[in-house]
């Protein structure tokens, strides 16, 4: 199973928007509703931020929303802050294995 | 609140094998799948495989069949994965991260993360 792709790093300035795109297949990402999106800080675990495509989990800020066109999956953080500099990982559920990307760091300027 | 502990860091020896535990608190074992997932230095994440903690069963990579094996213990809430024929490229970061809801969806939490170093 290939990795999925996104770009290796994005940067914006505090108060800007961004969007991180994540790129599989119709055997992945285009073929379910089961994307995820998660945060990772140097040394930390990572973070679920986004599930099934467009949902928040409790307490995860409503700057963090997610959408699906295709096969194309998509991480939009709007009102950049200085604590959302970090790596972003998608992923996606691919019948009976899951499938991450190759992870996004995202500098905020 | 939900809680996932891992074991602590490791360091084994080319062709050795590894075990590292994952103990969950603060839900029902049973109701929930558990995964593994580990980053080398520097890399991206790699899903290694799934366990359901109420019957057992396991699905895996193709990239480790053969070398993987997740079991569980529901008398100590405690799952494990056992790495075997180890070599350098196994060095990583290894995690637990349970299912957050429906078995397709997000991995939420995350274990904090156990250092596995492979070097002769």
């Known amino acids: 199973q290939s990795a999925l792709t996104q770009p290796a790093s994005v940067s914006g300035s505090p108060g800007q928007s961004i969007t991180i795109s994540c790129t599989g297949t119709?055997?992945?990402?285009?073929?379910?509703?089961?994307v995820s999106w998660y945060q990772q800080h140097p040394g930390k675990a990572p973070k679920l931020m986004i599930y099934?495509?467009?949902n928040r989990p409790s307490g995860v800020s409503n700057r963090f929303s997610g959408s699906k066109s295709g096969n194309t999956a998509s991480l939009t953080i709007s009102g950049l802050q200085a604590e959302d500099e970090a790596d972003y990982y998608c992923s996606s559920y691919t019948s009976w294995s899951w499938v991450f990307g190759g992870g996004t760091k995202l500098t905020v300027l | 609140q939900v809680q996932l502990v891992q074991s602590g860091a490791e360091v084994k020896k080319p062709g050795a094998s590894v075990k590292v535990s994952c103990k969950a608190s603060?839900?029902?074992?049973?109701?929930?799948?558990m995964h593994w997932v580990r980053q080398a230095p520097g890399q991206g994440l790699e899903w290694m495989g799934i366990?359901?903690?109420?019957?057992?069963?396991?699905s895996y990579a193709q990239k480790l069949q053969g070398r993987v094996t997740m079991t569980r213990d529901t008398s100590t809430s405690t799952v494990y994965m056992e790495l075997s024929s180890l070599r350098s490229e196994d060095t990583a970061v290894y995690y637990c991260?349970?299912?957050?809801?429906?078995?397709?969806?997000?991995?939420?939490?995350w274990g904090q993360g156990t250092l596995v170093t492979v070097s002769s």
């Open positions: 099934d495509v467009s």
């Open positions: 603060g839900y029902t074992f049973t109701s929930y799948y």
């Open positions: 366990i359901n903690p109420s019957g057992g069963s396991t």
């Open positions: 991260a349970r299912v957050g809801g429906v078995i397709m969806g997000g991995f939420d939490p």
């Open positions: 119709s055997s992945d990402v285009g073929g379910y509703n089961y």
